[in-house]
């Protein structure tokens, strides 16, 4: 099995800044590309940023120059750092994960989430 659990929301003003990390764990040999989305009440899940193995990035167009996604390899972690924070990017954030187990078998995962709330 393979989990990946959120980390780093809370209730931020607006303008502030929150960092998210993910992290994956269990049966991980690789990774291939990670990823964040966000779901805000009554809303669909939509991509916030993504990721590749080599580096390669893109960003919803809502939170370019203000949201950075990294990751760190070793510690098959990905980040999200959240900067000048607006009401609405209000959401319940999840991380992805996919790449291969231990066995040699493809997996896509998503992180159980963590609230991020920005108040006006």
């Known amino acids: 099995q393979v989990q990946l659990v959120e980390s780093g929301g809370g209730l931020v003003q607006a303008g502030g800044s929150l960092r998210l990390s993910c992290v994956a764990s269990g049966s991980v040999r690789s990774i291939d590309a990670m990823g964040w989305y966000r779901q805000a009440p009554g809303k669909q899940r939509e991509l916030v940023a993504r990721?590749?193995?080599?580096?390669?990035?893109n960003y919803a167009d809502s939170v370019k120059g203000r949201f950075t996604i990294s990751r760190d390899n070793a510690k098959n972690t990905v980040y999200l750092q959240m900067n000048s924070l607006k009401p609405e990017d209000t959401a319940v954030y999840y991380c992805d994960a996919q790449g291969t187990t231990h066995w040699g078998t493809a997996f896509g995962s998503w992180g159980q989430g963590t609230q991020v709330t920005v108040s006006s």
């Open positions: 990721i590749t193995a080599g580096g390669s990035t």
